[in-house]
């Protein structure tokens, strides 16, 4: 699908193993004709087969995973001016609001403590003194993706080894057993660093 905004799918650092688990479902869901107290509720199921009212099932975990999932914005799909979508400034903001808090506010089962570590943003603006020619470059961006968004580029996860050893673990179970390292000195010219800063529930540029 076309559009101005677009996300790749997440890949874990470091490889993960799924675990496979077996749940008993303790409760059925059943519309129970004519009855219309507990007690009644409680006759059904006591004449109920036990295999009824018992199920069987199956979980995967993630005992621990921290992924990186990377994702893009054209400001040419999305001027109107140039038969774009009209995706706006306020539709941008909320868009890092909802990465940033999405886990929040969906908690379940399968999901367990899942969370955004870190939201960081590359904004081109580009470099010419001509307003214009700046403005076209930040449009057409001031460096290609890969030269951001590849991990030790700019933005570098690497394990915590010392952390690891505190913990005796030899596969990191938790995110402070991972370093996230940013070197702004790689930073292409024409672009800048705006990281999510959760106290004040914004992007704030990384200078």
């Known amino acids: 699908m076309r559009g101005p905004v677009q ?33 009644d509720y409680q006759k059904w199921e006591n004449e109920q087969p ?23 914005i054209s400001a040419n799909l999305a001027d109107e001016t140039q038969n774009g979508t009209g995706f ?8 890092w609001e909802a990465l940033a808090s999405m886990y929040d506010h969906d908690r379940s089962a399968s999901k367990g403590m899942m969370s955004c570590r870190g939201l960081y943003v590359f904004k081109h603006v580009g470099t010419d003194t001509d307003p214009e020619q700046r ?25 915590n080894e010392d952390e690891m050893k505190k913990d005796a673990v030899t596969s990191p ?16 010219a024409g672009v800048e660093l705006w990281v999510w800063d959760d106290s004040q529930g914004r992007l704030v540029n990384h200078d």
């Open 50 to 72: 036990e295999d009824k009212l018992r199920t069987m099932g199956r979980k995967n975990l993630i005992p621990y995973g921290l992924y990186a999932a990377k994702g893009f």
């Open 7 to 39: 996300f790749s799918f997440a890949r874990s650092v470091d490889p993960v193993l799924p675990l496979d688990l077996s749940i008993t479902r303790m409760a059925v869901a059943e519309d129970v004709k004519g009855a219309k107290t507990s007690a």
């Open 135 to 159: 403005k076209r470059q930040a449009m057409l961006g001031c460096a290609p993706a890969q030269a951001l968004l590849d991990l030790g580029k700019v933005i570098d996860i690497s394990k």
């Open 173 to 188: 179970r938790k995110f402070s057993h991972y370093a996230v390292r940013v070197t702004r000195d790689r930073l292409p």
């Open 88 to 95: 706006s400034e306020q539709d941008l903001a909320l868009c």
